[in-house]
């Protein structure tokens, strides 16, 4: 998978650019990146064959990007203006925008500032809890400083922390992440959503909640419940992809 860099701030933020047709612009969760979210799953080949043009970006701190190490670098909306400018680098005016976990927060705030720029959003792994502050973060921030996984006993924290070993993540760069962009999405901006929305979340996503309950906030919004997946297992689930895919091919 080739990778690009663009220049956003005083930060070079890493892509990727596949294919041709409506472009679909994918944004990943903490401490993944391209590869594990997006490439790994299948979801860039699946769309590529739907006829979309995939780009897909990693967010600061992650993969190929810059990895800065202090808080104040990692607030959402830094991350949204890293996400609309590589839209503007790749002279793309309107994309359909789909976000895990913490890119379905970057996706939220994306359609609230720059509502022109999004044709429809996805929130995937991301229900009620998007509008709550997020708990354990402070576990997980530590679980990522700690020595190694043996030395963390929390157990939100050591899924963290595995995940960030398997990646090859900079932990130090993640825990700054985790301390500086947990703000929750406010309901009013939720309910000031005009574009299509699809809300997709495992069953026993705890990290998540429920997909049902975030889409009753969004106007016009659907719930795609995820039968028995957890929030690491959704991502790659076949229901998910079917939905996706269903959901595009029906928004205007």
Same mark, same amino acid.
């Given at each position: ?5 663009? $220049?956003? @701030? ?22 993944? /990146?391209?590869?594990? /979210?997006?490439?790994?799953? @299948?979801? *860039?080949?699946?769309? $590529? ?34 996400? +609309? ?19 379905a ?6 359609a609230?500032?720059?509502?022109? $720029?999004?044709?429809?959003? *996805? ?6 809890n ?6 354990g973060?402070?576990? *997980? ?29 900079? $932990? ?8 500086g ?5 406010g309901?009013?901006?939720l ?15 705890? *990290? ?7 889409a ?26 079917? @939905?996706?895919?269903?959901?595009? +091919?029906?928004?205007p």
């Amino acid at each position: 998978m080739e990778s690009q860099t663009f $220049r956003s @701030g005083d930060l070079n933020i890493a892509f990727t650019d596949q294919g041709d047709g409506d472009p679909v612009l994918l944004i990943h969760g903490f401490a993944s /990146n391209i590869k594990a /979210n997006w490439a790994d799953p @299948g979801w *860039i080949s699946l769309l $590529r064959r739907e006829g979309y043009r995939v780009i897909a970006i990693d967010n600061r701190g992650h993969g190929g990007s810059d990895k800065p190490r202090d808080i104040a670098s990692y607030h959402l909306r830094h991350m949204v203006e890293d996400a +609309r400018g590589l839209l503007d680098h790749l002279g793309i005016a309107r994309a359909d925008v789909m976000g895990y976990s913490m890119g379905a927060r970057i996706t939220a705030l994306l359609a609230h500032f720059h509502p022109a $720029r999004v044709r429809s959003a *996805i929130f995937g792994g991301m229900g009620a809890n998007m509008v709550r502050p997020m708990r354990g973060t402070e576990e *997980i921030a530590s679980a990522l400083e700690a020595p190694s996984l043996a030395d963390v006993t929390d157990p939100t924290g050591r899924t963290f922390r595995a995940f960030a070993d398997k990646t090859g993540s900079d $932990r130090l760069a993640l825990a700054a992440c985790m301390r500086g962009s947990r703000e929750p999405i406010g309901a009013d901006v939720l309910s000031n959503l005009r574009c299509p929305v699809l809300v997709a979340v495992g069953t026993t996503d705890d *990290i998540a909640a429920p997909a049902e309950e975030l889409a009753k906030l969004i106007p016009g919004a659907e719930a795609l419940p995820i039968p028995g997946r957890d929030h690491m297992l959704a991502v790659g689930d076949r229901v998910y992809k079917t @939905g996706v895919v269903d959901f595009l +091919r029906r928004r205007p």
